[in-house]
């Protein structure tokens, strides 16, 4: 879901923070992929025509998808499972960031099928979550926290950043202290990446804030790492870190190169040996699909050799 009501100064995803006026729009466009998706890959079977893919991960990200209306995701998930089967035991997550939530929205959630959260943290020092433009608070994610556990959630993954600008070491192992205090289920911690066209290349580059060294950025990274692994914590890819059995389902198909269907704005797919992704401006998207030409939105990026 590409909406959001900031954009991160440090985020080159494809999101819009000025565009809520296209949901309605964008969901209907959303939902004609699917059904498109699900209807190019039917088989026959005794019983008819069936879907070909049975679905056991579905991965609701961003942008910011716990900024638009709670009704839109239940729509969308509803029309996935009219159209794939999906799996009874099928992890499904959804990307939530504080102040977008309230525990109205965590229930209905939970209620319509979504087991596993992703919440973005990314530090506990409010000054830092203001230098890097996000839109919440410490506390504010500690009441998300608490909501969704008290609507039912047992599968919750924490975001964290490091290298973060005037970020110290220090900054870190309170982080991290903060976290293992809550004890999520999932923990994954990003270094920040500079990109060009970003509000904080911007102010790394006039120096209006600075990153450390690299040698600190790897005193950052090693301490969480060798921290997070004595709480139990398995380092299983490059990013992430789970208690046993919450491995990300979602993450390790896409290490181990399963087949994948993306839909919506920048979505990527891997069917058939071959790798696509949709195209990033939503009113070409939109525009497309209204039309009746969504596969001009796609691009194909490789062909895997075996």
């Known amino acids: 879901m590409p909406f959001c009501r900031q954009r991160c100064y440090y985020c080159d995803f494809t999101s819009y923070a000025d565009k809520y006026d296209r949901v309605a729009r964008y969901i209907k466009c959303l939902k004609k992929e699917i059904v498109q998706y699900a209807n190019e890959n039917r088989i026959m079977s005794e019983h008819g ?53 309230d525990r109205d929205k965590l229930e209905a959630y939970k209620h319509c099928g979504i087991n596993r959260l992703s919440i973005g943290l990314q530090a506990v020092q409010d000054e830092i979550l203001k230098r890097i433009g996000r839109i919440h608070t410490y506390k504010e994610f500690k009441d998300t926290y608490y909501y969704a556990r008290e609507s039912g959630f047992d599968n919750i993954n924490v975001d964290l950043m490091i290298d973060l600008p005037d970020q110290t070491i220090d900054d870190v192992k309170e982080s991290v202290k903060e976290i293992l205090s809550l004890k999520p289920e999932h923990i994954s911690v990003y270094s920040l990446i500079l990109e060009q066209n970003t509000k904080m290349y911007e102010m790394i580059s006039s120096k209006i804030v600075s990153i450390a060294p690299d040698e600190i950025e790897r005193q950052m990274y090693w301490y969480v790492k060798k921290t997070l692994e004595k709480h139990k914590y398995n380092h299983y890819e ?20 399963q087949e994948y269907i993306g839909v919506g704005v920048s979505a990527s797919s891997f069917m058939e040996n071959k790798r696509y992704s949709n195209i990033q401006e939503i009113e070409t998207y939109i525009d497309n699909i209204e039309k009746g030409a969504p596969n001009r939105n796609l691009i194909l990026e490789e062909t895997l050799v075996k």
Request: net charge negative; glycine share 8%; hydrophobic share 35%.
């Open 49 to 101: 025509l069936e879907p070909q893919y049975v679905i056991n991960t579905i991965y609701i990200g961003g942008g910011t998808p716990s900024s638009i209306n709670e009704e839109h995701i239940i729509d969308v998930l509803d029309t996935i499972k009219g159209n794939f089967k999906v799996k009874n035991n099928a992890e499904i997550t959804i990307e939530v960031n504080p102040g977008t939530v």
């Open 238 to 257: 490059i990013s992430n870190f789970a208690l046993a059995g919450f491995e990300s389902r979602h993450n390790m198909n896409c290490w181990n190169q």
